[in-house]
């Protein structure tokens, strides 16, 4: 089982950026799949970036892609979201998700194979 913390929202100016954090428990953290999520007011959660255990393989949401990258630093147990040019769109609460998977290489982008979650946290962008 893993246990997950985000940090690093907050309130930023449009075009500025912010760094999310996704800390994470346990003592093989390699071996899980992480993505990000977000849900804004009034909508449903939706996929922004997923990476592999590895960390070798990483996926994006048509919306951010060339604007956000996910990385991960498994020494650390932490996945890592950054966020420039941000955009008054991409306001919202942001999860972060992991679920063990067999190859280091897999991604997961559907938030239905994911069993554990972060309690969020929120990135509200002013225009």
């Known amino acids: 089982q893993v246990q997950l913390v985000e940090s690093g929202g907050g309130l930023v100016q449009a075009g500025g950026s912010l760094r999310l954090s996704c800390a994470a428990s346990?003592?093989?953290?390699?071996?899980?799949?992480i993505g990000w999520f977000r849900q804004a007011p009034g909508k449903e959660r939706e996929f922004v970036a997923a990476?592999?255990?590895?960390?070798?393989?990483?996926y994006y949401a048509d919306s951010v892609k060339g604007r956000f990258t996910i990385s991960r630093d498994n020494a650390k147990n932490t996945v890592y979201l950054q966020m420039n040019s941000l955009k008054p769109e991409d306001t919202a609460v942001y999860y972060c998700?992991?679920?063990?998977?067999?190859?280091?290489?897999?991604?997961?982008?559907?938030?239905?194979?994911?069993?554990?979650w972060g309690q969020g946290t929120q990135v509200t962008v002013s225009s």
């Open positions: 990476t592999s255990g590895s960390g070798g393989n990483t």
């Open positions: 998700a992991a679920d063990r998977v067999l190859s280091s290489w897999y991604l997961l982008l559907d938030q239905r194979e994911y069993d554990y």
């Open positions: 346990g003592r093989t953290f390699s071996s899980y799949a």
